[in-house]
T-cell receptor, first 114, second 113 residues
Framework: ETGVTQTPRHLVMGMTNKKSLKCEQHLGHNAMYWYKQSAKKPLELMFVYSLEERVENNSVPSRFSPECPNSSHLFLHLHTLQPEDSALYLCASSQERGAKNIQYFGAGTRLSVL | GNSVTQMEGPVTLSEEAFLTINCTYTATGYPSLFWYVQYPGEGLQLLLK?????DKGSNKGFEATYRKETTSFHLEKGSVQVSDSAVYFC????????????FGQGTELSVKP
């Protein structure tokens, strides 16, 4: 148990659906992250939030829309996804942004887009 | 730009064998270096880290030394167990990039009894 909880663990959606991924951290951290993990590829950083402000967006398509309503919760809203968006989506948090801050990861949401 | 390269997997070993997973990096300045482990069906967990040259990170029998002269951070364990079967990720982080983690592609380790 890392203190970062992601729901749902598995999600199957059609290309026209709208769904949301949820991440909650119980560690009192100020920074939260979304990553995409595809088979045979390095983890890709999607978004970074620091103190509820989005501070990084790595050229992610607009069909992915993050939301950070408070420092403990992070959402990833999904709409009109493509089959190539099927992947494991990982949430992480850290005390602060910074090179020496350890990131703690949730178990991920396995997304399948049909 | 910054990057991390790991040895290709999968790596298959017998229990009690010696493990080395190679990791080299490209970065300017002095990044912090990390090894994360991902067990089946779980997220990533920090295994060990080193924040400056010649530092040795260690945890659960695993070790890695920050070698700036060879830009390497190889992971080693003297005697692996079946429970060590997982995917191992090497990563770097630079302070002037707000702690952004750059990951290698991961190396799958399978330990047979």
């Amino acid at each position: 148990e890392t203190g970062v909880t992601q729901t749902p663990r598995h999600l199957v959606m059609g290309m026209t659906n709208k769904k949301s991924l949820k991440c909650e951290q119980h560690l009192g951290h100020n920074a939260m992250y979304w990553y995409k993990q595809s088979a045979k590829k390095p983890l890709e950083l999607m978004f970074v939030y620091s103190l509820e402000e989005r501070v990084e967006n790595n050229s992610v398509p607009s069909r992915f829309s993050p939301e950070c309503p408070n420092s403990s919760h992070l959402f990833l809203h999904l709409h009109t996804l493509q089959p190539e968006d099927s992947a494991l989506y990982l949430c992480a948090s850290s005390q602060e942004r910074g090179a020496k801050n350890i990131q703690y990861f949730g178990a991920g949401t396995r997304l399948s887009v049909l | 730009g910054n990057s991390v390269t790991q040895m290709e997997g999968p790596v298959t070993l017998s229990e009690e064998a010696f493990l080395t997973i190679n990791c080299t990096y490209t970065a300017t300045g002095y990044p912090s270096l990390f090894w994360y482990v991902q067990y089946p069906g779980e997220g990533l967990q920090l295994l060990l880290k080193a924040t400056k040259a010649d530092d040795k990170g260690s945890n659960k029998g695993f070790e890695a030394t920050y070698r700036k002269e060879t830009t390497s951070f190889h992971l080693e364990k003297g005697s692996v167990q079946v429970s060590d079967s997982a995917v191992y990720f090497c990563a770097l982080s630079r302070g002037n990039q707000g702690g952004k983690l750059i990951f290698g592609q991961g190396t799958e380790l399978s330990v047979k009894p």
